[in-house]
C-alpha cells in the first residue's frame, strides 16, 4: 500500500538558509528573501554636505567686495548667490552685512540692504537703523533724512530712541541745531503721546478685556 507525503515547500529552505547564510560584511545590505542580498545606494539628497551660515555669509562678503558699484552687477550677483537657496538665507545676510559693518564697507551694506527690501526680506528696525547708520558714515545726509522720515512716519509711537539719537548727533555734527530741536520735539511728541495712551489704559482698560470679564 502507496502513502504519500507532503515535503516543506521548496522556497521554504531557500529563506531559511538567506537567513543563515546572512553575511556579517554586508553592513549596509538588505536581505531580500531568496534572492540574497541587495545593496542599497546613498540617497541624491543627502550627498551634497550641507552649508553653515558662517561659510555662506563669509562667501556673501566676498562675492561682493570682488564687484564694482553699479547696481545691476551687485543685485546680479546677489541674485545668483541665492539662486539655488529653497528658503531666503536671512541668517547668513545678516551676519554678512555684521562682518561688513565691522569692515567699515558702507557702499557695500547699503547695496546689500536695498536688495534684501526688494527682496520683501528683513525689514526689522535692526535692518533699519544699520542701512541709516550706513547711509550717514557714508555722507549721504539727504538719503539717511528721507529714511528717518518714512519711518519716523510709519512707526511713530514704536520708534526706538537710537534713531532719534543717531539723528541728533548728525545734526550736531553739522552744527544743524534747527533740525537738532526738531528731533528733540518729535521725541518729546512720542513721549507724550505714549503717556497719554497709558493714562487712558489705566483708567479705562482696554475693550477686550472688558468683553471677555
Not at 75 to 92: C, K, N, R, T
Given at each position: 500500500?502507496?502513502?504519500?507525503?507532503?515535503?516543506?515547500?521548496?522556497?521554504?529552505?531557500?529563506?531559511?538558509?538567506?537567513?543563515?547564510?546572512?553575511?556579517?560584511?554586508f553592513?549596509?545590505?538588505?536581505?531580500?528573501?531568496?534572492?540574497?542580498?541587495?545593496?542599497?545606494?546613498?540617497?541624491?539628497?543627502?550627498?551634497?554636505?550641507?552649508?553653515g551660515?558662517?561659510?555662506?555669509?563669509?562667501?556673501?562678503?566676498?562675492?561682493?567686495?570682488?564687484?564694482?558699484?553699479?547696481?545691476?552687477?551687485?543685485?546680479?550677483?546677489?541674485?545668483?548667490?541665492?539662486?539655488?537657496?529653497?528658503?531666503?538665507?536671512?541668517?547668513?545676510?545678516?551676519?554678512?552685512?555684521?562682518?561688513?559693518?565691522?569692515?567699515?564697507?558702507?557702499?557695500?551694506?547699503?547695496?546689500?540692504?536695498?536688495?534684501?527690501?526688494?527682496?520683501?526680506?528683513?525689514?526689522?528696525?535692526?535692518?533699519?537703523?544699520?542701512?541709516?547708520?550706513?547711509?550717514?558714515?557714508?555722507?549721504?545726509?539727504?538719503?539717511?533724512?528721507?529714511?528717518?522720515?518714512?519711518?519716523?512716519?510709519?512707526?511713530?509711537?514704536?520708534?526706538?530712541?537710537?534713531?532719534?539719537?543717531?539723528?541728533?548727533s548728525?545734526?550736531?555734527?553739522?552744527?544743524?541745531?534747527?533740525?537738532?530741536?526738531?528731533?528733540?520735539?518729535?521725541?518729546?511728541?512720542?513721549?507724550?503721546?505714549?503717556?497719554?495712551?497709558?493714562?487712558?489704559?489705566?483708567?479705562?482698560g482696554f475693550?477686550?478685556?472688558?468683553?471677555?470679564?
Amino acid at each position: 500500500m502507496f502513502s504519500v507525503r507532503c515535503g516543506p515547500p521548496a522556497f521554504a529552505f531557500g529563506l531559511e538558509r538567506a537567513a543563515i547564510t546572512h553575511p556579517s560584511k554586508f553592513s549596509t545590505l538588505v536581505v531580500c528573501g531568496a534572492r540574497g542580498p541587495r545593496p542599497r545606494y546613498p540617497r541624491v539628497w543627502k550627498t551634497r554636505k550641507r552649508i553653515g551660515t558662517v561659510s555662506k555669509s563669509q562667501k556673501l562678503v566676498e562675492c561682493v567686495k570682488g564687484l564694482s558699484n553699479v547696481k545691476e552687477e551687485v543685485y546680479g550677483a546677489l541674485d545668483s548667490f541665492v539662486a539655488w537657496e529653497l528658503e531666503f538665507p536671512l541668517i547668513a545676510v545678516k551676519k554678512a552685512l555684521k562682518t561688513l559693518e565691522d569692515e567699515k564697507e558702507w557702499k557695500r551694506i547699503i547695496q546689500v540692504i536695498k536688495w534684501m527690501f526688494n527682496k520683501g526680506q528683513g525689514k526689522t528696525m535692526g535692518s533699519y537703523y544699520t542701512l541709516l547708520n550706513a547711509l550717514i558714515e557714508d555722507g549721504r545726509v539727504e538719503e539717511a533724512e528721507e529714511l528717518y522720515g518714512k519711518i519716523f512716519s510709519r512707526y511713530l509711537e514704536g520708534l526706538p530712541h537710537t534713531f532719534f539719537m543717531r539723528m541728533i548727533s548728525l545734526y550736531y555734527r553739522l552744527e544743524s541745531y534747527q533740525k537738532m530741536f526738531e528731533v528733540g520735539i518729535q521725541i518729546y511728541y512720542t513721549f507724550v503721546l505714549m503717556y497719554t495712551l497709558l493714562m487712558l489704559i489705566l483708567d479705562h482698560g482696554f475693550p477686550c478685556m472688558e468683553e471677555q470679564k
